[in-house]
């Protein structure tokens, strides 16, 4: 395995349509997959009240996984985060969220615009929370392994 720069992490994060949200409920572990968004060393996803928004209220030191996996080659790359998470009130910034979202699973989601031309709302959620990036790292297969042996080869 090998280390990978903070450019190449953070372009990891920014490509990856899912991350995993790892936070501390009640003493207990607790991880969730997530949508989200990578803007300006900041990941904002957004939530609806329970466990998630519960376990952040209390404890709001994060971490957040994702990794990109080649089937093909078996090579792959998996970014950590720790942070610490926040909940959004900023109306101009809970907006640049939607907008945001909508423009990275515009495929999934279809067309953001409304019969107004403005953004529709997802879903009614309420809660937006943000995490600035406090520290970053990767790991990668690494280079020159034969693919046989290479981790992550199924």
Request: charged residues 25%; glycine residues 10%.
């Amino acid at each position: 395995m090998e280390s990978v720069s903070r450019e190449e992490a953070l372009e990891v994060l920014a490509d990856q349509p899912v991350a995993h949200l790892g936070i501390v409920v009640d003493d207990i572990p607790y991880v969730t997959p997530m949508s989200f968004v990578l803007n300006r060393d900041r990941i904002l996803f957004r939530t609806m009240a329970g466990k998630k928004l519960d376990g952040i209220r209390a404890n709001p030191t994060v971490c957040i996984e994702t990794a990109d996996y080649n089937p093909e080659t078996g090579d792959w790359v998996s970014v950590i985060v720790r942070g610490t998470a926040r909940l959004v009130d900023d109306p101009a910034t809970r907006q640049e969220l939607i907008a945001l979202i909508y423009d990275k699973y515009e495929k999934v989601m279809g067309s953001p615009l409304s019969g107004g031309g403005g953004l529709m709302p997802l879903g009614g959620t309420p809660y937006v929370i943000e995490v600035p990036i406090d520290e970053i790292s990767g790991m990668s297969s690494g280079r020159g392994i034969q693919v046989r042996t290479k981790p992550g080869r199924l």
